[in-house]
């Protein structure tokens, strides 16, 4: 019969891990974890970051900026108060999975992210020239603003050009998107804006006819 060493339970009374009872084990699991963990935030847009991307400051948010702060842990938010983020961690005790929960708060600190950095410098790698029906053009501009914000993309600006509007597009990605999910065959044409690491970069012109 085995005795937990810090509190004298048996392995009648309670499941063991290791050499630990469920209970002492959960509190050696617990004075691990940090009582804090640092992640950015972005001044502009106020979506955060741990170790890897901005997400959303939101329940799913910080359940990837806590499993990147905790790593060897499985973390899942169970509801948040501000900063204060109460989660469920579940660690491998190496004899078994044992799950303790904890309250983390998160210490933000001021950053730009590169998109609202590439917003505020005009940055766009897109340009979608939409002519024909005023009534189309407004309806396709603004199922064109919906997929570049849903895709965490951004609609450089739009400008009233020669009947139609010219939409500037942070991505080339989300501009074929659009197009694919549109079903729009436009008419493509490249400009060359400079080069990187020795490649030629292009900004991409779609002529879009909508009569
Ligand atoms: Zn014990
Ligand atoms: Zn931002």
């Known amino acids: 019969m085995r005795f937990c060493p810090t509190c004298s339970n048996s392995e009648n009374d309670a499941r063991f891990y290791g050499n630990y009872c469920e209970a002492c084990m959960g509190k ?3 004075v691990k974890l940090d009582d804090s963990v640092k992640a950015s935030i972005c001044g502009k847009c106020g979506r955060i970051k741990g170790s890897g991307f901005f997400h ?3 329940e799913k948010g910080f359940e990837t900026v806590l499993n990147e702060r905790f790593r060897g842990y499985r973390v899942k938010v169970l509801g948040y108060s501000g900063l204060e983020v109460s989660a469920e961690f579940t660690a491998d005790t190496g004899s078994g999975e044992i799950v303790v929960d904890k309250e983390v708060r998160l210490e933000l600190s001021k950053v730009t992210c590169e998109r609202c950095y590439r917003k505020s410098c005009g940055y766009y790698e897109a340009v ?7 009534e189309r053009i407004r309806r396709y501009e603004d199922k064109i603003c919906r997929k ?13 050009n020669d009947g139609g509007i010219d939409i500037y597009l942070s991505s080339k990605k989300v501009a074929s998107a659009i197009l694919s999910e549109m079903g729009i065959k436009p008419i493509r044409s490249y400009t060359l804006s400079g080069l ?15 009569w």
């Open 28 to 30: 050696k699991v617990l």
């Open 56 to 58: 959303k400051a939101d």
């Open 128 to 134: 979608m020239q939409l002519r024909g029906s005023a």
């Open 148 to 160: 570049a914000q849903r895709d965490e993309e951004f609609v450089t600006k739009v400008e009233e």
């Open 196 to 210: 990187k690491n020795g490649r030629k970069i292009y900004k991409n012109t779609y002529a879009i006819h909508l």
